[in-house]
Nanobody, 122 residues
Framework: QVQLVESGGGLVQAGGSLRLSCAPS????????MGWFRQAPGKEREFVAT????????IYADSVKDRFIISRDNAKNTVYLQMNSLKPEDTADYYC???????????????WGQGTQVTVSS
């Protein structure tokens, strides 16, 4: 049984930084395309970033490119999302995902965490 547990969310001022962590059980981050999605109040869930299990290639949504960094630590079996230069529009519930892949013009995932809340104050 796969479980994804996120941590690291919280309240931060605009311009600040946060690091989210995702520690899965039942799968190995080095053998699964891992990623992060987010859902703001009243909006649909959207793709944020993914990292390839094969070669570590990363892909980011345009809205977070150059500010967020996705990484993994295979030894700790953990995936991270370092979020810098945070903006109020980054406020959302952030979800860890495993088995991330393209689906048409969007993205989908096989497994989801329960989410961690990030609030950026102006």
């Amino acid at each position: 049984q796969v479980q994804l547990v996120e941590s690291g969310g919280g309240l931060v001022q605009a311009g600040g930084s946060l690091r989210l962590s995702c520690a899965p059980s039942g799968l190995t981050v080095g053998r699964s395309n891992m990623g992060w999605f987010r859902q703001a109040p009243g909006k649909e869930r959207e793709f944020v970033a993914t990292i390839s299990w094969w070669d570590g290639v990363t892909i980011y949504a345009d809205s977070v490119k150059d500010r967020f960094i996705i990484s993994r630590d295979n030894a700790k079996n953990t995936v991270y999302l370092q979020m810098n230069s945070l903006k109020p529009e980054d406020t959302a519930d952030y979800y860890c995902a495993a088995g991330v892949r393209r689906s048409g013009s969007g993205w989908r995932s096989d497994y989801w965490g329960q989410g961690t809340q990030v609030t950026v104050s102006s």
